[in-house]
């Protein structure tokens, strides 16, 4: 295990476009430190990672939403159950030992079905395609104590943001914008870490991403973001290395003719324990289960009760 804990900031980068009323929810998990940060030598190393959770705990500020006792017609959009699969192919080129750069490239399989305010019957929806694309680079300065790092990059609209429901009442109207692959939209992404290890067996982190929408796209500006995490890690003599993460999004209210304000928005915070293990000298995996320690949206929103996230990297 190397003596200093190198990773970058890219929480926003596997964070995929969640759905309307639930802006807040999907993966925060710094998967980049999970697996054992990026190499300190010139060159390539290759990361792909898999996602999936289910949203259909519907939420209202910090409580769950009895459906059964809501009546149709609505006046009010009763989201039911959105299904995501995520899978992300991160390719980062290490510069030196100070500057690297990177591309993630998400695929979004997302399936959702919700009752569509003053309808009785469900609409349906799936959404499958290349989503919105991430660049960074990072600059870090290794320091006796630690790690102290800087990254900044964009997120583009690459993803597509035309797609209509496929069944039920609403067939043919336009999805939700929260629905669609991309956000059509060029975000900021700013970021800060601090990586040191405390004891010889002990390594921790601390980082915080800021994600901010430069201008809106056909009446829609997506929420800007902030996400904190911070980790703890025991680097056994083993191959196996267990670790916590307690993983914290904030998320603004959705703005524009096109948005979902009043049901979008909110923080949310995870604890994320894990497991990496180390594949020869080039290599790791890693499989984390994030789980809901605290939720407070706005509106109505849907939440998973997990996410599960796996994924190898590879260095060449």
């Not at 102290?148 to 109207?173: H, I, R, S, V, Y």
Request: hydrophobic share 40%; with cysteine.
């Amino acid at each position: 295990m190397p003596g200093i804990l190198l990773a970058v900031v890219t929480l926003s980068a596997v964070l995929a476009p969640a759905a309307l009323g639930c802006s807040v929810c999907g993966c925060s998990l710094s998967s980049d430190w999970a697996a054992q940060g990026y190499a300190t030598t010139p060159g390539f190393d290759l990361g792909f990672r898999f996602e999936y959770f289910e949203q259909s705990d519907l939420r209202s500020g910090t409580h769950s939403v009895d459906r059964a006792a809501l009546t149709f017609p609505n006046d009010d959009e009763i989201q039911q159950r959105t299904l995501n699969r995520n899978t992300w192919l991160d390719l980062n080129y290490v510069v030196d030992s100070s500057w690297a750069l990177s591309v993630a490239l998400p695929y979004h399989d997302r399936f959702h079905t919700t009752i569509a305010a003053a309808d009785t019957a469900v609409s349906t929806s799936r959404a499958r395609g290349l989503g919105d694309v991430r660049l960074l680079a990072r600059y870090q300065a290794v320091k006796p104590s630690g790690s102290f790092g800087l990254q900044f990059g964009f997120k583009l609209p690459t993803g597509g943001f035309n797609q209509n429901f496929a069944d039920g009442p609403q067939a043919g109207e336009l999805l939700d914008s929260g629905l669609q692959l991309g956000t059509g939209t060029t975000d900021l992404i700013l970021g800060a870490s601090w990586f040191t290890r405390p004891a010889t067996e002990l390594g921790t982190f601390v980082q915080a991403t800021v994600q901010q929408p430069l201008a809106a796209r056909a009446g829609f500006l997506p929420s800007s973001s902030l996400n904190v995490s911070g980790g703890v890690r025991w680097l056994n003599p083993s191959r196996f290395t267990p670790q916590l993460q307690l993983n914290i999004k904030t998320e603004a209210r959705e703005h524009g003719a096109e948005a979902d304000s009043p049901n979008s928005g909110g923080t949310i915070a995870y604890l994320s324990p894990g497991l990496t293990a180390e594949l020869g000298s080039a290599g790791s995996t890693f499989v984390f289960v994030q789980l809901p320690a605290y939720q407070k949206v706005n509106g109505l929103q849907l939440e998973p009760d997990w996410i599960l996230s796996l994924g190898v990297r590879w260095k060449f």
